[in-house]
């Protein structure tokens, strides 16, 4: 009887641990699931409309040469965008996992918290750069239809709403 107790006693001693580390591998399995979506859809699109540089090219009725230099800049940008991404996603999956470490302290998940956003922060950066780089190769007439479309993937991305667009309720 007193075997029976003990094991039952180290079970639920160790329940919790088993439970935290359920959680933490659904939530890298949910993550890795997205990522893997969002890859897919995206390569769907370069497909279907010869990625972003046929769509600016398309949306803003670009010259050959002028889509030839979006093209150039895009194919300097992708590599350190998808190493960028990465180091996100690994910051985000490092800070989740804290959930299963029954030492992590408070400073460890604000250092942890801080990453995330010290990658986001360069994430944005990169995105930006490139745009900028993008803007300058369109005429003057181009850089309006260009600012709003880059707005507008903005939004999409954030999944907000234009700058003083009213939140409508249900």
């Known amino acids: 009887m007193s075997l029976d107790r003990s094991y039952s006693v180290r079970l639920i001693k160790i329940l919790p641990y088993l439970i935290m580390s359920l959680v ?3 939530i890298v399995l949910f993550l890795a699931g997205f990522r893997l979506k969002r890859e897919r859809e995206h390569e769907k699109e370069d497909d279907d409309k010869g990625g972003f540089p046929g769509y600016v090219a398309q949306r803003l009725h670009l010259s050959p040469a002028q889509k030839a230099a979006i093209i150039q800049v895009d194919s300097q940008y992708h590599p350190k965008i998808h190493a960028q991404v990465d180091n996100l996603n690994n ?3 490092a ?3 804290l959930l299963s ?3 992590a302290s408070d400073s460890m998940e604000r250092a942890a918290n801080r990453q995330i956003g010290t990658q986001q922060m360069l994430l944005d950066s990169m995105a930006f750069e490139n ?3 993008m803007r300058a190769v369109c005429s003057e007439s181009q850089k309006p239809e260009f600012d709003k479309m880059v707005r507008e993937i903005a939004v999409r991305r954030g999944g907000g709403k234009e ?3 009213k939140e409508h309720r249900k």
């Open 131 to 133: 745009f900028r780089k």
């Open 24 to 26: 933490v591998a659904a």
């Open 95 to 97: 800070y989740v996992s």
């Open 91 to 93: 910051a985000k999956v």
């Open 163 to 165: 700058h003083g667009e």
């Open 101 to 103: 470490n029954p030492t």
